[in-house]
């Protein structure tokens, strides 16, 4: 069943890179609700991360969502790929390529939950015939490449019309960028329920003293719910 309930996603760019496993096993155990894995290519964004061995070997150590955020171009040959990796949902970026529905086709074909990601920059319209097709909406605060970078806060009003549209549509509005206990209210009042975060997250603790972890994200959660009441 669709659940439409406020998600904290702690993005592992900003975790501990020499000990990726027991970051993904902290924060689960600190009451994450997905594992975000952002995939940057050098090309697409002005960064290079992820690749679908690191993505296989992160699966192990997550029980939950392992939520992959495709930030390359061109996109397509490289879904079958992580779909192997484990991947729980694979999002797709539409100004990634020319073909984004068939992007999303081949997602579906493969067993994974797709989703579509939209830049700042892009209209929210640019999503629309593809809300019958897609399991979230990732909606970008920043623009893509880097962790901790500052909140657009012009794309909260970009939140509220996806909402309008996504209507009944059992589709999660995802929020990637800025995200912390001071913006989530913004969010989540326009009508998002996931909230991948980074800095926000993993700041103050580590895989071997992980409280930090649990304080952070029971802050972003608590300041996400009282905005929705």
């Known amino acids: 069943m669709f659940d439409r309930t406020i998600k904290i996603a702690p993005s592992i760019l900003a975790a501990d890179f020499a000990n990726f496993g ?3 096993r902290a924060v689960e155990a600190m009451g994450a ?27 192990p150590h997550i029980k939950g969502v392992m939520d992959v955020h495709l930030m390359i ?10 779909a192997k990796a484990g991947a729980d949902n694979i999002t797709v970026h539409v100004e990634a390529g020319p ?3 068939r992007s999303l086709q081949a997602i579906q074909s493969m067993g994974k939950t797709p989703g579509v990601a939209i830049n700042p920059g892009t209209p929210v319209e640019a999503v629309a015939e593809l809300l019958d097709m897609v399991g979230l909406v990732c909606v970008m605060t920043v623009n893509p490449g880097f962790g901790g970078q500052g909140f657009i806060a012009s794309q909260v009003d970009k939140i509220a019309r996806l909402r309008q549209m996504i ?9 990637d960028g800025g995200i912390s206990a001071k ?21 103050g603790g580590s895989a071997d003293q992980p409280a930090a972890y649990g304080e952070n994200i029971r802050s972003i959660r608590a300041a996400a719910e009282a905005a929705i009441g």
């Not at 609700?33 to 699966?59: I, K, Q």
């Open 22 to 24: 027991a970051e993904c």
């Open 33 to 59: 609700d997905w594992v975000h894995v952002d995939v940057m290519d050098g090309h697409f964004v002005p960064n290079l991360t992820f690749g679908p061995a690191m993505c296989a070997a992160l699966r």
């Open 73 to 82: 171009s061109p996109v397509d040959a490289y879904l079958e790929a992580y």
């Open 99 to 101: 073909h984004i529905h």
């Open 167 to 175: 209507g009944d549509r059992p589709v999660h509005i995802e929020i």
């Open 183 to 203: 913006t989530a209210p913004l969010v989540t009042k326009a009508g998002a329920n996931v909230l991948v975060a980074g800095n926000a997250v993993f700041s």
